[in-house]
């Protein structure tokens, strides 16, 4: 493989981690402060009008929908918001590692499996919010397009595990080890100069 390759290779690894890391991060912040609480609101908004609450009541018919629709399409929204929750968190943990990309990249097309349902479903009910196309499908698709960059590391090298060294993990082990190493030092100094060796 020549220097130019080997630079290719580097930069696919590169941008694939950084691409997966931050799509992974991302997925997981949308899912709890959107989807989740969509799918909160539209359940406990059912429960209410359930209970007869004046407010919620009129809201559901100025919407033309019954509460058990509201409550099915909560549930839905909870479902998917955790499933890119645990998605997100994959990718994440996953994205500096090119000997798990292929189990990475099944999940990510699985989740844009999920999501294009569920925007099918949105649409047929006439909730859909086109907000929701960003965190539903475009974002998905720009994680897929990280993982498959850590796809052809993998192919152009089998034997990588890793997108970049953990260099800083290694670093940190030699650290912790050097204060080991010059306790023993000092220890033997110590039983030298007990015994009444000079000091070296």
Known sequence: MDQFEKQKIERQALNGKMTMMFGGIFLMFSAITSTLMYGINFFMTAQQADKGVAEYVELLKKAGVGSTFLRVAGVCFLLVGIYEIIAGFITAKNSNRIDKSLFTMKIIISLLIVEIMMQVYLFLTGLMNFGFLFTAILLP????????????????DPERVYAAKPAARDKSRQQSAAPKKSIRERAAMQAREDDGEPKQ
């Open 141 to 156: 698709l720009f994680m897929l397009w990280g993982v498959t960059r850590l796809r052809k590391v993998a192919k152009a």
